[in-house]
């Protein structure tokens, strides 16, 4: 029975066309949106202003590290929006052909170290991270924050010997809150949304890396017109404030 059930709900997510099936009544059509996992809190705000202003358009999420999305995509993936946390990886979708138009950039983020509430390595600087026995976490460096803490490391020629290197920013934030690292290089939005569940530390040297995030709707995406209407929500001014609010810089 629990096969059954698990079977029925992926149809349905897959189908998402307005069928009926597994006798849960009409499912809304939806558009798929592949986005960096740092959007993940405040795209999903957006998505509910999304859906008041589209009534029916349901909105289906995949977040992951932005050069992750990028093979999934290259490899045949599809989706009708691309919403990356840096150019490198949006510029080898657009590379492949598979951007329709081009990409518009709408944020802006800097990178923040975080560590278990009331910092009790006193992690003070980006250079600390270099610290004997301090057990760090980053982003792996084909990901775009992995690309930036590299850029600040080699800049500043801080060592950083990681404990290990994580798939996207959720992960390193994860390994900090759970106690499995004593410091993680993370998204200044990321430690934001965090709380107090964390210390954070911000350094200067981060201005040295902002990464600019850019959106697009993809050339065989299944809903073009919805997809270009979530990407203007975005991009528009009430998306800005909500990216503002989130902590997201400017483009």
Not at 32 to 58: C, H, M, R, Y
Not at 116 to 140: K, M, T
């Amino acid at each position: 029975m629990g096969r059954a059930r698990a079977v029925c709900s992926a149809v349905v997510f897959m189908l998402a066309a307005g069928l009926t099936g597994c006798g849960a009544g009409p499912v809304p059509p939806s558009i798929t949106v592949f986005a960096a996992a740092s959007l993940e809190a405040v795209f999903t705000e957006i998505a509910e202003q999304f859906k008041v202003d589209n009534p029916g358009v349901a909105v289906a999420f995949n977040f992951a590290g932005s050069s992750d999305l990028a093979t999934q995509l290259a490899l045949g993936a599809r989706a009708d929006v691309f919403a990356s946390a840096n150019t490198t990886q949006m510029d080898k979708v657009a590379q492949a052909g598979l951007v329709d138009g081009s990409a518009v950039p709408f944020a802006t983020n800097t990178l923040a170290i975080v560590t278990a509430p009331g910092n009790p390595h006193h992690v003070r600087s980006f250079a600390d991270l270099a610290l004997p026995g301090l057990a760090v976490v980053v982003c792996q460096e084909p990901v775009p924050c992995g690309a930036a803490t590299s850029k600040v490391a080699q800049a500043t020629g801080v060592e950083i010997t990681p404990v290990s290197e994580e798939p996207d920013v959720t992960d390193v934030l994860g390994k900090v809150t759970t106690g499995q690292a004593d410091a993680g290089v993370v998204y200044r939005t990321d430690a934001l949304h965090a709380g107090d569940k964390v210390a954070t530390i911000e350094f200067p040297e981060a201005a040295g890396a902002v990464n600019t995030y850019p959106i697009a709707v993809l050339r065989e995406a299944p809903r073009p017109g919805p997809g270009r209407a979530f990407m203007d929500l975005v991009t528009g001014e009430q998306g800005s404030r909500m990216l503002r609010a989130a902590g997201f810089g400017k483009p």
